[in-house]
Nanobody, 117 residues
């Protein structure tokens, strides 16, 4: 069993920056990929971006050039650096990880990010 815990959410002004972190614990062996999704009120959860064990990243077109996903050397923590934030980025952000051997997905409880205009 894997637990994912997000931190770093909060309220920022448009144009500002915020850094989210997700710490994985439990059976963390071979979590690949890891990443972030988000869900705005009344909308479906959508992909923000993912990162593989080889540090290959993919991003939604809406965040490319503004957001950066990274992991620590032990691959047990994933970060989301958010720059040039826009009000449309307001959402609950969820950490994501896949146990690649069994193809099982894990989700964090989410952290609120609010961007004011």
């Amino acid at each position: 069993q894997v637990q994912l815990v997000e931190s770093g959410g909060g309220l920022v002004q448009a144009g500002g920056s915020l850094r989210l972190s997700c710490a994985a614990s439990g059976s963390i062996f071979d979590l690949n990929p890891m990443g972030w999704y988000r869900q705005a009120p009344g909308k479906q959860r959508e992909l923000v971006g993912t990162i593989t064990r080889f540090s290959s990243t993919k991003y939604s077109d809406s965040v490319k050039g503004r957001f950066t996903i990274s992991t620590d050397n032990a691959k047990n923590t994933v970060h989301l650096q958010m720059n040039s934030l826009k009000p449309e980025d307001t959402a609950v952000y969820y950490c994501y990880a896949r146990y690649s051997i069994l193809r099982v997905d894990y989700w964090g409880q989410g952290t609120q990010v609010t961007v004011s205009s």
